[in-house]
């Protein structure tokens, strides 16, 4: 019998370029709160959230991943031509088939590249990642984009005091490719179906199709639990990508943990105890949660305020909906 003949790629990947697009509405707490009998207040006192952007009508998932790919690509000097595979995470592009990424490699002008949607929820970028560092690797990719993208404001109902705060919208995109050095370290993921429920839609199509209103599917999320999740569980997981990756909290530039709430980012800060030269992402501020695309808009933001510079080794840990959560060390590009 003749074997199989494998190929392998290059030793090292890593990101060579990033890319990001925010809708141009901001949207102030105060248009949030009569709704939800909240306040200004109350939201940034417990979620750190002070705007968030929502997308008008031609601000579509679509639109929104190519406009932060080709920012990614032209920060790559690369053209659209030479990616091989699109990747989009995401949970809010409404239309079950085809995916959102073939129609962005065909806008991108890459239609022969291989192209499919991932659903993590807020740690779909993370999981695209380790994907794509795989496949560089592999030799089944030479360039691959990976791009996380939401219009969250299309599934959230603006009447749930847990949740019509918290989300938003936007896209942000990494390029990764071969690399002399390590750019990306070992992935840490895994899923805890356990609580498959506490952040879910509320109805599935069926449902909703058989009600006599139409209506909408929209978010729902039990968010204590999640809250107590997060904060205890992922400092964990987030220690493992350092440990996995050879790099201690000293030698760490950057923390980009997923953008869920300011005081889970600040419990993990201090389960890990970073020092205080560590950099730490606070994109939520102005940007609400995301989901998929929180963590490439907020160290889209780093670089260009240089909090994040070029070769820095960045922690990246993102945690959502499943309960699925993804970390990896990344060199910043
Ligand atoms: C949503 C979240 C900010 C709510 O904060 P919390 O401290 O857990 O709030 P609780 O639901 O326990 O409610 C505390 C109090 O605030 C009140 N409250 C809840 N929502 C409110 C709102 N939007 N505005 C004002 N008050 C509110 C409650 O009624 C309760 O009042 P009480 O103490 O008088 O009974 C928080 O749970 C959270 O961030 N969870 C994680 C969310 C997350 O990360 N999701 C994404 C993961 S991908």
């Known amino acids: 019998m003749t074997g ?3 190929e392998t790629g290059p030793a090292h990947a890593a990101l060579l370029g990033v890319g990001a697009y925010r809708p141009a509405r901001v949207v102030p707490n105060s248009e949030i709160v009569d709704a ?6 109350w939201i940034q006192q417990r979620s750190g959230i002070r705007t968030r952007r929502w997308a008008d009508d031609s601000e579509t998932i679509v639109s929104m991943s190519v406009a932060a790919a080709q920012e990614a690509l032209q920060h790559a000097g690369l053209d659209a031509r030479q990616i091989d595979c699109v990747i989009v995470a995401t949970v809010s592009h409404l239309l079950q088939t085809p995916s959102a990424a073939t129609a962005v490699a065909h806008e991108l002008g890459t239609d022969q590249a291989a192209a499919f949607d991932i659903s993590a929820a807020c740690a779909g970028f993370c999981h695209g990642v380790a994907l794509a560092n795989d496949m560089v690797r592999a030799g089944s990719a030479g360039y691959a984009l990976v791009i996380g993208v939401e219009r969250l404001s299309d599934i959230t109902d603006p009447t749930d005091r847990g949740t019509a705060f918290i989300f938003a919208d936007g896209a942000g995109a990494v390029v990764v490719g071969p690399s002399e ?3 990306i370290g070992p992935v840490v993921w895994g899923s805890d179906g356990e609580h498959y429920d506490h952040i879910r839609s509320r109805e599935d199509w069926r449902d909703v199709l058989s009600s006599e209103e139409p209506r909408m599917p929209h978010l729902a999320m039990k968010g204590n639990p999640v809250f107590r999740w997060a904060s205890y569980s992922m400092a964990k997981v987030a220690q493992q990508a350092l440990d996995r990756a050879g790099v201690t909290v000293d030698e760490l530039d950057c ?3 997923h953008q869920a709430n300011n005081r ?6 201090r389960a890990m105890r970073l020092p205080s030269s560590v950099s730490i992402a606070r994109d939520i501020v102005d940007a609400g949660n995301t989901s998929a695309a929180s963590i490439p808009l907020a160290l889209h933001r780093m670089i260009q305020e240089g909090e994040a510079r070029r070769g820095d080794l960045a922690l990246l840990v993102a945690f959502g909906a499943g309960l699925s959560y993804a970390a990896q060390v990344v060199v910043v590009p």
């Open 181 to 183: 050095t390590p750019g």
């Open 36 to 41: 939800i009998d909240s306040s200004d207040e």
């Open 264 to 269: 889970i980012t600040d419990a993990m800060a």
């Open 4 to 6: 199989l003949r494998v």
């Open 255 to 257: 923390f980009i943990p």
